[in-house]
Antibody
Framework: EVQLVESGGGLVQPGGSLRLSCVAS????????MHWVRQAPGKGLEYVSA????????YYASSVQGRFTLSRDNSKDTVYLQMDSLRPEDTALYYC???????????WGHGSLVTVSS | DIQMTQSPSSLSAYLGDRVTITCRAS??????LNWYRQTPGRAPNLLIH???SLHVGAPARYSGGGSGTEFTLTISTLHPEDFATYYC?????????FGQGIKLE
């Protein structure tokens, strides 16, 4: 069974940092791109970042470019989202998802809540 | 970035109804269009990928249509769990943008 489990969220002050982790199981992790999508309270889905299967190529939404860094460790079946210079508008539930090339995000974790507030 | 626009903005229906939701892309995305369903407190679930293909495990009452810039999601017969929010997403080019979502009530 495919599972994605996020962790690392919490309450942080503006300007602070957090690192989210997403541990995968039930599939060959190194064969899939991984994505992060966030959802602010009561709002829709926002595509945040992606990394290819080998960690060679990454993508960031303009809203997080230069502040967030996505990486992966295929030996640990884990993807990491390092979030620096956090802003109140980054407050959201952050989902990790598995991507199938051109065919959407087929499995999602339950999300990790990030709250940026003083 | 490719903009995705869903219509109508909200939708009311009854159990057993047939409903269709529309998604429009700001440029040609061929068939790289996906549909998700999200119920309150849960992560989104992939229903349809590449415009027409039913995701493994998704109910057969869901079907997708369209290509280019206009796409549809049809639910043939509404079940209780279908009263949820639906999102389209393009996977033609990063960022893989989502529509604003449509809440089916």
């Amino acid at each position: 069974e495919v599972q994605l489990v996020e962790s690392g969220g919490g309450l942080v002050q503006p300007g602070g940092s957090l690192r989210l982790s997403c541990v995968a199981s039930g599939f060959t992790f190194s064969s899939y791109a991984m994505h992060w999508v966030r959802q602010a309270p009561g709002k829709g889905l926002e595509y945040v970042s992606a990394i290819d299967s080998i960690g060679f190529s990454t993508y960031y939404a303009s809203s997080v470019q230069g502040r967030f860094t996505l990486s992966r460790d295929n030996s640990k079946d884990t993807v990491y989202l390092q979030m620096d210079s956090l802003r109140p508008e980054d407050t959201a539930l952050y989902y990790c998802a598995r991507g199938v090339l051109g065919a959407g995000l087929d499995y999602w974790g339950h999300g990790s809540l990030v709250t940026v507030s003083s | 970035d490719i903009q995705m626009t869903q219509s109508p903005s909200s939708l009311s229906a009854y159990l057993g109804d047939r409903v269709t939701i529309t998604c429009r892309a700001s440029q040609n995305i061929t068939n790289y269009l996906n549909w998700y369903r999200q119920t309150p407190g849960r992560a989104p679930n992939l229903l349809i990928h590449t415009a027409h293909s039913l995701h493994v495990g998704a109910p057969a009452r869901y079907s997708g249509g369209g290509s280019g810039t206009e796409f549809t999601l049809t639910i043939s017969t509404l079940h209780p769990e279908d009263f949820a929010t639906y999102y389209c997403q393009q996977s033609y080019a990063t960022p893989y943008t989502f529509g604003q979502g449509i809440k089916l009530e």
